[in-house]
């Protein structure tokens, strides 16, 4: 069974850039989820989709940050204007149930 | 607001030997407890898990206990063994859906 695919796996970009990522969830998981995890830190959640419907964005940066699950599928988070509080790894995860699969995360540094 | 806590930031062991990791959280809605695995430049790897209804779980090497009342949970790695070095996240949910909270991990490193 194939795990959660992230691409890129890595980013530099000015600050003030934009930035995308993108996940494709292992095949039959409804819920897919996006995390921030700074240096030190354990994984943030950002946001958690179930299908094509947003479950919980409560800790996104709305003003800079924005996600999308067209489909019930892949998905893509976005960053727009990044700062360099911005750099650090984006994971995806996918799950049936309560258990989350994580892909091998975008790391991001905003210069 | 920290709701999962893992007070080592790192633990060494011997090969052979029994590694202890600690976990302890703060909010009493969290009823699914996981442990993941991450070495450097991948993803976590889920590990091991236990419900709220339990109070062990075991998987080959790795077991996992949980005591509710004190809201503390541990994973032991018997034995240990040099592949077994990584960083440890301990993670929660339950107030939220399937979102998890996560520790800040713990490194533990096995010698030969």
């Known amino acids: 069974e194939a795990g959660v695919a992230q691409s890129p796996r890595y980013k530099i970009i000015e600050k003030r850039q934009s930035v995308a990522f993108w996940c494709n969830p292992i095949s039959g998981h409804a819920t897919l989820y996006w995390y921030q995890q700074i240096l030190g830190q354990g994984p943030k959640l950002l946001i958690q989709?179930?299908?094509?419907?947003?479950?919980?964005d409560s800790q996104l940066p709305k003003d800079r940050f924005s996600a999308e699950r067209l489909k019930g599928v892949d998905s893509t988070l976005k960053i727009q204007p990044a700062k360099l509080e911005d750099s650090a790894v984006y994971l995806c995860?996918?799950?049936?149930?309560?258990?989350?699969?994580f892909g091998p995360g975008t790391r991001l540094l905003v210069l | 607001d920290q709701q999962v806590k893992q007070n080592s930031p790192s633990l060494s062991v011997q090969e052979g030997r029994i590694s202890i990791l600690n976990c302890d959280y703060t909010?009493?809605?969290?009823?699914?407890f996981l442990w993941y695995k991450k070495y450097p430049a991948e993803g976590p790897t889920f590990l091991i898990s236990?419900?709220?209804?339990?109070d062990k779980n075991e998987d080959g090497r790795f077991t996992v206990f949980l005591n509710k009342s004190a809201k503390h949970l541990s994973l032991h790695i018997v034995p240990s063994q040099p592949g077994d070095s990584a960083v440890y996240f301990c993670a929660a949910s339950g107030n939220s859906g399937y979102a998890l909270n996560f520790g800040k991990g713990t490194s533990l490193l096995v010698t030969p």
């Open positions: 989709f179930q299908n094509n419907g947003v479950v919980d």
């Open positions: 995860a996918s799950s049936l149930w309560e258990t989350q699969y």
């Open positions: 909010n009493s809605m969290f009823d699914y």
């Open positions: 236990i419900s709220s209804i339990k």
